[in-house]
Structure formats: C-alpha cells, structure tokens
C-alpha cells in the first residue's frame, strides 16, 4: 500500500477518533417511531409506510439484471462491477428491511431497516473512488467501508450512540455532490448524481416533516410516506445515468464545464451588436 494511502486512513482515523471525544453521544429517540400515518388497509399495519418502499425492490432488481445482462451499463472496470453490485443489493434490500420495520417499528427492527441503506451508502463512495480518484483504491475500499457501515450499525444497537451512523449516512451527502462538481469524471452525464442527491435531500427534508406534511395533505399522505418515494428517485437517476452515460473522452469536471459555459454566455454578451436605425424623410407627392 502506498504511503500517501496510509496517510489518509491514519487521518481519516484520527479524525474520526477526536470526532468520537469532543462529541456527546446522541441516543437514539424512542419519538423517531411515532409516525404520522398509522392507518392500517388490508390488515397491513401503517399501510403506506410500509407499501411505499416497493420501489425500491424494483429499481434495485432492474439494476442487477442489467449490471450483468447485455452490457447495458457499459461496466468495463471489475471494481464497477462489485461496487454498484453492492449498491443495487442494498437498494433492493431496503425494500424488505424497511416495510419490515415499518410494519412494527421498534428499534430491534430498525437495524434491519438502516443496514441495507447502509451498504448502498457505503457501495457509492467506493464507486465515486473507482471514477473519480483511483481504480485500484476504490476497489480495495469496498470492503472496508462496507464493514465500517455495518460496524456502525452494530455500535448503535449495543451502545445506542448514533455518531457513528450519522457519519456512515451523512459523510457520502456531503462527498458524493462535492466531488461530482470538482473532480473530473470518467464517464459523461455528471449531473445525474446531483439530481440523486437533490432528491435525497428532499427525501430527508420530507422525513423531518412528516407530522406538517401529514396535516398539510389533510391526513391523505405523510411526509414519511413521500420520502420513501423521493428516496427511491435516487436509484432510478443512477440507473438512468449508467444506462445513458458513455466514456468521457474530455475529462472536465462539472465546475470547469460550467466556467467554459459561463465564459462563452459573456463573450456573446460582450460581442452582441447594437443596431440603430435611421429614417430618412420621405417626400410626400401631392395629388392634382
């Protein structure tokens, strides 16, 4: 391993361990169960809570028959493959995890629920290595930082201290946008990633409000119910990139594509030319 890679483990490590001592620990609120929509159809209990994580399966489903059938997404790396493999396992897996905890939500259920999305998190900043960094370092990053996801699940249950998932869910939404503007990528359509992450935020904005949006709706949908519909937004743009998507040949990132494009909207701005127009006095013949 190089030392510039061992460097950034050790301070990334570091980091983590003066994070963990000048931080309190954050419980996890036994009120994060108390949803909104409780309503029960077909004997299914908090029914929408429950039947709006199906997309997931979907879209998770669809992106492994395509990672491995026909060449759809054009996966020409080994540690492509095994990472968005991952990725579309814990998207797929969302789907039974969370409508099994939504279906009696306690805290015991909940690993089940936050474990997938805990791999799907964890499979996309290993992607984002492989593409935008180095092959061979993303590839070897799979596994750790899957196990680093899981571990800080485990560390939540045993110890009910959250810090360390919170950093797991919320280090690749800070990470993922960052590095789409600034870092030059491998393949073309960029910009999807900031779509997903638009409407993980969204989705997360939607969580916060479930009760408001509950009422806002007059009790016809939650905002935890549209979260998992806008959560689920966040496969389907990936899915759409990797389908669309070719090998960059100009390898620019999104912020040196957006300067260009701003250059050139002034230099027309500067080069328009203004026109003015002259009347001329035109004799007026008079008529016998």
């Known amino acids: 391993m190089e030392k510039r890679t061992v460097y950034a483990w050790g301070l990334a490590i570091l980091c983590f361990v003066v994070l963990m001592i000048v931080t309190p620990v954050i419980p996890q609120s036994e009120e994060y169960h108390d949803f909104a929509d409780k309503r029960e159809f077909f004997g299914i209990p908090n029914t929408l809570n429950v039947v709006s994580n199906f997309p997931f399966l979907v879209i998770g489903l669809i992106g492994l028959i395509l990672c491995y059938h026909g060449n759809y997404f054009r996966l020409s790396l080994q540690g492509e493959v095994w990472g968005w493999t991952c990725f579309f396992i814990g ?21 089940w629920d936050r474990l997938p999305m805990t791999i799907a998190f964890t499979s996309i900043i290993a992607i984002f290595i492989i593409e935008r960094i180095d092959e061979q370092k993303g590839t070897v990053s799979i596994i ?40 030059p990528p491998m393949y073309t359509h960029s910009t999807y990633w900031l779509w997903a992450a638009g409407f993980y935020l969204l989705a997360k904005v939607e969580e916060a409000m479930d009760k408001v949006i509950y009422e806002w709706t007059h009790h016809i949908v939650s905002g935890h119910t549209l979260k998992h519909l806008c959560a689920a937004m ?18 620019r990132s999104l912020l040196e594509t957006w300067k260009v494009s701003w250059t050139k909207v002034k230099a027309n ?20």
């Open 91 to 111: 998207v797929a897996a969302v789907a039974v995890g969370s409508s099994y905890y939504h279906l009696k939500p306690n805290d015991a259920r909940l690993v």
């Open 144 to 183: 750790p930082l899957l196990l680093a996801g899981i571990i800080s699940i485990l560390y939540w249950r045993f110890f009910d201290d959250l810090r360390p998932y919170a950093l797991v869910q919320f280090l690749p939404c800070i990470a993922i946008p960052v590095m789409a503007i600034l870092l």
């Open 234 to 251: 966040v496969p389907v743009f990936l899915t759409l990139m990797l389908a669309k998507r070719s090998v960059e040949t100009d390898r």
């Open 269 to 288: 701005d500067v080069k328009v030319e203004t026109y003015t127009c002259t009347y001329s006095n035109v004799p007026v013949v008079e008529s016998d």
